[in-house]
């Protein structure tokens, strides 16, 4: 019966004799459609997937995206026609427009929320030039070869001397999987099996529920804890040093604040201890930042007697996700040389971005950074008069954008946003362009300080359609 029907409803194709081999209730890829009800109805026109899969425009999707994702999306359409919400003649154009835009599940968003590097959103967005040399890198691509010569040549190179060339005082510099990572590294390499001496006042936990001082110590070393949560010493540290002592380890707190009676120790007293200082200062500033003076840059600290100092790459330095380790030669070629460093490295399309990041004009953080609020808020009330001519409920309001992705706690960024009734944040992040904004008192806050202006108008499209305009 099954075989017969399957074999009707189909065109003799190939697919019909294992739709009759098919179990009932297994899952299959629907060409047993209509072969259950042989009785009549709307069932049984439903179109079989080897018939919608001759589609010109599921045929194309399929080149581009897969079979599998164009098979779900039939799948689905299919079940809707069983499930009487369509008819039967609808399968094929409901398949084509349930196809995803691309075969990856991340979906491109506008980040509204306030908080330019939103850890949930990706942090750093990578600027155009960063994205141009992904694209170019991801072919065959010269990474490890000298095209002059013909030999293998560093992995990297030219990323690493962009990161140099960017940090005078780093005599040597190496690129790992992210801030984590780097740290991991330093600690394995040089400290595994001895005491890496560090402030309470500085052992964060940076998200996620990960902990510093437990990635420290799976690390094998141990930690020789000084000083207390308000209040460090140099004297406290130079108690603590033995014939055991690695590395003193200085962490910025880059995600929290004390104020107060505190005290820290500086890295240029430190520096006159007889163990190397590493630096964690996380936002991966290279030089000083005018607009946020109490955040720690890689040339200061080294200048100040650092001997390695790490940090992420996708955080103020607005690249793509990495570990960047700069200091004194002998203590990263020791890093970069040690058998972990290949299980922590970058793939090419990292060290591409990264590149790009470093020689190409500002990123979209520095631009988000920079933004003038005057700005922000002529561009809010422009779109906020757009928009209101539709008849949308939208009010221009100044709002404080941060930092956030653990970076510059505490700082808030004068910012200018469109105001919308609470119930547009749902609306627009699932909509065609999702929108991420925040909500406070009552209502759905859109920031522009992360949105670059180009956006303004996909912003306002996207705000059009949650308003079903
Ligand atoms: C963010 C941060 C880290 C972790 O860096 P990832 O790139 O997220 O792995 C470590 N230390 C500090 C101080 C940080 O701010």
């Given at each position: 019966m099954e075989r017969l029907v399957a074999?009707?409803?189909?065109?003799?194709?190939?697919?019909?004799?294992?739709?009759?081999?098919?179990?009932?209730?297994?899952?299959?890829?629907?060409?047993?459609?209509?072969?259950?009800?042989?009785?009549?109805?709307?069932?049984?026109?439903?179109?079989?997937?080897?018939?919608?899969?001759?589609?010109?425009?599921?045929?194309?999707?399929?080149?581009?995206?897969?079979a599998g994702l164009v098979k779900a999306a039939v799948r689905q359409a299919q079940e809707r026609a069983r499930a009487g919400r369509i008819a039967p003649e609808e399968v094929a154009d409901a398949a084509a427009a349930l196809l995803p835009r691309t075969a990856g599940g991340l979906r491109p968003v506008i980040n509204a929320t306030g908080v330019l590097l939103h850890t949930n959103l990706g942090r750093a967005p990578l600027s155009a030039a960063a994205r141009q040399a992904v694209q170019d890198a991801a072919g065959p691509t010269d990474v490890e070869l000298d095209l002059r010569t013909g030999v293998r040549a560093r992995r990297g190179?030219?990323?690493?001397?962009?990161?140099?060339?960017?940090?005078?005082?780093?005599?040597?510099?190496?690129?790992?999987?992210?801030g984590a990572a780097a740290l991991v590294l330093a600690a394995t390499a040089l400290a595994a099996g001895r005491e890496i001496v560090i402030s309470r006042g500085e052992m964060v936990e940076i998200g996620d529920g990960f902990r510093?001082?437990?990635?420290?110590?799976?690390?094998?070393?141990?930690?020789?804890?000084?000083?207390?949560?308000?209040?460090?010493?140099?004297?406290?540290?130079?108690?603590?040093?033995?014939?055991?002592?690695?590395?003193?380890l200085k962490v910025?707190?880059?995600?929290?604040?004390?104020?107060?009676?505190?005290?820290?120790?500086?890295?240029?007293?430190?520096?006159?201890?007889?163990?190397p200082v590493v630096v964690d200062i996380g936002s991966g500033l290279l030089a000083p930042h005018p607009r946020l003076p109490d955040e720690p840059d890689a040339e200061t600290q080294l200048r100040a007697g650092a001997a390695?100092?790490?940090?992420?790459?996708?955080?103020?330095?607005?690249?793509?996700?990495?570990?960047?380790?700069?200091?004194?030669?002998?203590?990263?070629?020791?890093?970069?040389?040690?058998?972990?460093?290949?299980?922590?490295?970058?793939?090419?399309?990292?060290?591409?971005a990264l590149e790009a990041t470093l020689t190409g004009p500002d990123t979209p953080t520095a631009?988000?950074?920079?933004?003038?609020?005057?700005?922000?808020?002529?561009?809010?009330?422009?779109?906020?008069?757009?928009?209101?001519?539709?008849?949308?409920?939208?009010?221009?309001?100044?709002?404080?954008?941060t930092v956030g992705g653990g970076g510059a706690p505490g700082v808030a960024l004068p910012s200018a946003a469109l105001s919308l009734p609470e119930p547009y944040a749902a609306r627009l992040r699932t909509g065609a362009t999702p929108v991420v904004g925040r909500l406070e008192a009552g209502r759905c806050l859109l920031d522009l300080r992360a949105v670059p202006p180009e956006d303004d108008e996909r912003l306002a499209g996207a705000v059009r359609s949650a308003a079903g305009r």
């Open positions: 074999a009707q409803a189909g065109d003799g194709g190939g697919e019909a004799p294992r739709a009759a081999v098919r179990r009932p209730g297994e899952d299959g890829d629907g060409s047993r459609d209509g072969s259950r009800d042989g009785g009549g109805g709307g069932r049984r026109r439903i179109p079989r997937t080897d018939v919608l899969l001759r589609d010109p425009r599921l045929e194309a999707a399929a080149r581009r995206l897969g190179r030219t990323a690493l001397r962009a990161l140099r060339d960017r940090v005078p005082s780093a005599a040597a510099a190496h690129v790992v999987n992210n510093l001082p437990d990635l420290l110590v799976s690390t094998g070393a141990r930690l020789r804890e000084v000083g207390t949560t308000n209040r460090t010493t140099a004297a406290d540290y130079a108690a603590a040093l033995g014939p055991d002592t690695a590395f003193v910025h707190p880059s995600n929290f604040r004390i104020t107060g009676f505190t005290r820290s120790a500086g890295v240029a007293e430190l520096a006159a201890l007889d163990v390695l100092v790490t940090a992420s790459g996708d955080k103020l330095l607005g690249g793509p996700q990495c570990g960047l380790l700069l200091g004194e030669e002998d203590l990263v070629r020791r890093l970069a040389r040690h058998p972990l460093a290949r299980a922590l490295r970058v793939d090419k399309l990292t060290l591409a631009a988000a950074l920079a933004a003038d609020p005057e700005q922000l808020m002529r561009r809010a009330g422009r779109l906020a008069a757009d928009l209101g001519a539709d008849g949308i409920d939208v009010r221009a309001v100044p709002s404080e954008a």
